[in-house]
């Protein structure tokens, strides 16, 4: 097996996006508009999306990172937008763009069509998350558009999965269609409920951090292999367990997280780089199959369709959010008038990915002897519309948001917050701390008690600070210079330690030793900004 290609890949893609950090741009777009240019210089491999590696190998982690970042709170508040996003919206789709697509393409098959439909109606998860919080999207914008993005993969794979079995003669009823959608989705819940408890035990009573590392990276795979097996969504397994673990993550030691999150920080950035790299390296795959339908006729599909996905989104999305704020008293006592620029922006923030081209290349290249119908053309018209739907959409969603101004998050409000919190907590530690000093077991001399104190204090004060004047030369707040002094102080010593260690005074054992104890006060100290 030749390697080189997807080391290419995955090298090349990670330093396009971290170039493309750089840009005003998306990273997203700059990797997917790399990956058609590069896809036609000489030399450059084929790199087809197989469906048998994307959906069991990519996705389950991709969607993982996600839902483990989410807020479950934050999901159950928004249940309702939610579920009529993520279930109500992809049907929609599916029957509306493929009735659209049966109208306009001759000798298309209503099921064929409606094939279509599935493949394009989900919005992408790594696309919609990547793109909110570019943007820095209202909370609860962002809270709808994630929660959708995690569920409606499993809307439309379902979808997906009865309209091929009606398309190629598997006679599957409408009762039959519904009867899967349930299995699935209530399939795919109870699986995540029945892993999540016991993953969660594994988790919290593996003392090892390397197996509790290794266990972490298994998970998604797990939920979604369980599922599978089955006959249940993965998807939905892989997101509740997900939910769960992240709800309760705090009940793992420290060091399991400090090391989760780099290393999952790791997985995320190479796999989404990968994956929009790979969109764009699909055009040649794509463009070699269509064939018969290559000219002026593929093209106006392409736009027509590229419309139609736009305009079915707005169509359902304005409904969706005010007939029930209109229709239930309860609704609008609780909440406030939904407004036309909230709904706008979750309509326009539709944009497809990686999911729509891997479900597509997995229409069947055959049915019963014969090639399934258009394929090629479906493969085309998939590939045009997520490529219009990220450079359009993806492109004009910032300025959009900027010319409609939204109200973002409130910083001030959030850093109060944190700072009545810690307060709080600190005001908790410290009576604790008093308490076990009170017992004569646990004394301690008067400098090493009066440093615990001191470490509460420091905790308590550094938010309060990040309120007040900003340093008038450096623009730093107190708590800033604090950090920056602090890094600084401490890489003295590491500087020192490694001069000793050349000078052979200690050896790299000892090093290693001192550094890791360094490294974990450099943690404590300093906090990268979010």
């Known amino acids: 097996m030749d390697v080189m290609p997807l080391l290419l890949l995955v090298a090349g893609s990670a330093a396009v996006a971290a170039a493309a950090r750089r840009t005003p741009v998306p990273p ?27 959906l069991p190998l990519i996705l389950p982690p991709l969607l993982y990172t996600a839902a483990v970042d989410s807020s479950y709170l934050d999901l159950r508040a928004q249940l309702r937008p939610v579920a009529l996003l993520s279930v109500g919206y992809v049907l929609f789709a599916t029957l509306a763009v493929g009735w659209v697509l049966y109208l306009l393409v001759p000798d298309l098959p209503l099921t ?83 892993l999540m408890a016991p993953l969660h035990w594994l988790r919290t009573h593996v003392r090892e951090t390397l197996l509790q590392n290794t266990l972490s990276l298994l998970i998604p795979f797990v939920a979604y292999a369980v599922a599978e097996q089955v006959h249940a969504s993965g998807v939905i397994a892989v997101v509740v367990v997900a939910l769960y673990l992240g709800h309760r993550a705090w009940e793992v030691d420290f060091a399991t997280r400090l090391q989760e999150s780099a290393v999952w920080g790791m997985v995320a950035f190479v796999l989404e780089s990968a994956v929009f790299a790979l969109i764009g390296l699909q055009l040649p795959v794509v463009m070699r199959g ?76 055959t049915a019963e002897g014969e090639d399934f119908p258009h394929r090629y053309l479906l493969l085309f018209l998939t590939f045009t519309t997520v490529i219009g739907t990220l450079v359009v959409q993806g492109l004009t969603l910032p300025p959009l948001i900027r010319v409609l101004r939204l109200p973002g ?57 990040r309120l007040g004047q900003a340093n008038p030369v450096t623009g730093e707040s107190v708590d800033d210079t604090y950090r920056r002094l602090s ?10 330690f490694v001069k000793l260690r050349d000078g052979r005074y200690i050896d790299d054992e000892m090093l290693r030793t001192l550094l890791r104890r360094l490294d974990l006060e450099e943690a404590a100290a300093y906090r990268e900004a979010e």
């Open 28 to 54: 997203p777009l700059v990797l997917v508009a790399v990956g058609l240019v590069v896809s036609y210089v000489p030399g450059v491999p084929d790199y087809a999306l197989d469906p048998h590696i994307v």
């Open 487 to 496: 890094r600084e102080m401490i890489g003295a010593e590491r500087e020192m």
């Open 112 to 194: 064929a069509a409606l094939v279509f439909g599935a493949v394009v109606a989900p919005p992408d998860a790594v696309a919609a998350t990547a793109v909110a919080r570019r943007v820095g999207l209202p909370s609860r914008i962002t809270t709808i558009l994630q929660g959708e993005s995690l569920f409606n993969d499993a809307t439309a794979i379902t979808a997906f999965r009865v309209a091929v079995a009606a398309s190629v003669g598997e006679g599957v009823s409408w009762a039959g269609g519904v009867g899967e959608f349930l299995l699935a989705a209530v399939g795919g819940v109870v699986v995540g409920l029945v």
């Open 290 to 365: 269509l064939g018969e339908h290559e000219g002026i006729a593929s093209a106006w599909y392409a736009v027509a369709v590229f419309a139609v996905v736009v305009a079915v989104r707005f169509l359902w999305v304005y409904p969706a959010i005010w007939l029930p704020w209109l229709v239930s008293a309860r609704i609008r006592g609780r909440e406030r008038r939904p407004g036309w620029k909230g709904p706008f922006v979750i309509s326009w923030a539709g944009m497809r990915g990686v999911v729509s081209l891997a479900i597509a290349f997995s229409i069947p290249v």
């Open 409 to 465: 998050r409130d910083a001030q409000a959030e850093t109060l917050a944190e700072a009545n919190a810690q307060a709080q907590a600190s005001r908790v530690a410290e009576e604790r701390l008093d308490d076990l000093l009170a017992d004569e077991r646990n004394a301690l001399p008067a400098p090493l008690a009066d440093r615990l104190r001191g470490v509460l204090e420091r905790r308590r004060n550094a938010v309060w600070e």
